[in-house]
């Protein structure tokens, strides 16, 4: 049987399930956007970290009222634009806000495969960080951070593929997400 490519997983998941993969890749994610809001001073008034937790929320207590349409209105408003910067920290940045918007998009069932665009997304961050570092396309997927991401990302769906309970393994997977205390392009990640 021929192994699955790691975005043919991803399109696998259902439910709870793609939303707590997406966050999780989220975690790594943000960060890149914190980075950018502090070097240029950018404020989105915690609006991304606060809808970041209201995902894990939705995942460990289903039955919670959130409202995200509202939230994904603020993280439209929160989105930075390329023309309004001219450091490279916009792109991580923008992927971030992209990636929470398809989360939210999948809990509001609009979008079925955000999980897939959020793990694209990812991927894409790290291969954009890596070709304007001066690394060869060629050596992309060879590339440390590409080879981690990928492999993390895939041991999350391993997580995600064996029975648990959402609570469970949702810290599972923020804990894995978290464990090499590094953005996905390799930025550290400061414990809140």
């Not at 790594?28 to 956007?33: A, E, F, T």
């Not at 070097?39 to 929320?57: F, H, I, N, R």
């Not at 060869?136 to 997580?159: C, R, S, T, Y």
Request: net charge negative.
């Amino acid at each position: 049987m021929k192994k699955l490519s790691t975005f043919a997983r991803v399109r696998q998941l259902e439910g709870w399930q793609a939303v707590a993969f997406s966050a999780a890749l989220l975690e790594r994610m943000l960060p890149n956007y914190a980075l950018f809001k502090e070097v240029t001073g950018y404020d989105d008034e915690g609006v991304c970290a606060s809808c970041l937790s209201l995902l894990w929320e939705s995942v460990r207590s289903p039955k919670s009222k959130i409202n995200f349409s509202l939230q994904l209105e603020k993280v439209e408003l929160v989105t930075p634009d390329t023309a309004d910067y001219d450091t490279f920290g916009v792109y991580p940045a923008i992927d971030a806000t992209i990636g929470l918007a398809a989360a939210i998009g999948l809990v509001l069932k609009q979008d079925l495969q955000g999980a897939v665009v959020v793990s694209k997304l990812s991927q894409g961050s790290v291969e954009a960080y890596l070709l304007a570092s001066g690394v060869d396309e060629e050596e992309i997927k060879g590339h440390p951070l590409m080879v981690f991401e990928v492999e993390l990302q895939n041991a999350m769906l391993d997580l995600l593929e064996k029975d648990g309970s959402p609570l469970a393994t949702c810290d599972k997977l923020k804990a894995l997400a978290l464990e090499e205390g590094i953005s996905n392009i390799g930025l550290e990640i400061n414990p809140e």
